[in-house]
């Protein structure tokens, strides 16, 4: 009876033992394929995967399939770099071949306005004038919104001071609303915020063009700040003639103008810009408006 004891528990140590050695050598190899998986996404991650293994085993199909999608990708991403390069080359060379002609364009309505014309004359040079800075402010912001959404320019948010940004726009802007007899104002402000400062005071300066715009003669435009935990809100708030609510949402499409300013010059790119500014460093952009009750444009900068 004993021995029989005795066998049992032999063969259930036995037993045991087989288990544990079985749940080891699947444990390790458990390990290795996890490791040799982390090696391929390694060496993917740097572009040096190869697949180097042929058998008909799992792994070896894993390998092989992970090969045949890197591949894949390697060729799409340099495809991408490659459209982007041409993009690129073609941005560059649109900026170079446009910036002569509008230059002269330019040059030579400027001397003209400068002879003893015929009234009738004058209105056809000044014409001539005024479309030709339309043209070159199209192809500028056209250049600029194309190199954002390719990549070709990069956003680098740093925090900086939000006063200096916005005395920079209004300086540039108070010449514009001083012809209108707008008055433009601002808050000081010590807030600091997270931002690419040549992009964003670009962005405040679209908002600050479009309020002067469409704000008419003898109004007013406010430019403050106001700081929250998790954003700086910028706000340009003006006199102007409003937005319906309708359209409020549609201002920020590219190249959406709306009917009832079709006599004013633009495009309709501006606040398509800004948007893309503002997105593209993790902030965002608000407007709250009514018909004839002027339009608070906010810019919200991430702290």
Known sequence: MNEWRFAWIALGLGSVLLCLLVVLQEKRKT??????????LDEALTGSFTSNRFDESLLSSLECRLNR????STVSARNLTIEKEKIKALLADISHQTQTPIANILLYAQLLEEQNLSEESMECVAALRG????LSFLIASLVKLSR??????T???VTHGIAPMLEEAVGQLAPKAAQKDIALTMNTTADIAIFDYKWTTE??????DNAIKYTPVGGSIQVSAKVYDLF????????????SE??????FLRFYRSPSVSEQEGVGIGLYLTRQILEGQGGYIKVASSLNNGSVFSMFLPR
Not at 148 to 153: A, K, N, R
Not at 232 to 243: E, F, H, L, N
């Open 31 to 40: 390990r290795k394929i996890m490791t040799t998986l982390n090696l391929m």
């Open 69 to 72: 999608y890197l591949n894949a």
């Open 131 to 134: 479309q030709a800075e339309k």
């Open 148 to 153: 954002l959404e390719t990549g070709v320019f």
């Open 155 to 157: 956003l680098h948010p």
């Open 203 to 208: 962005a405040l300066c679209n908002l600050l």
């Open 232 to 243: 700086c809100r910028v706000d340009v708030a003006d006199t102007g003639i409003g937005i």
């Open 246 to 251: 309708a359209e409020q949402a549609k201002v």
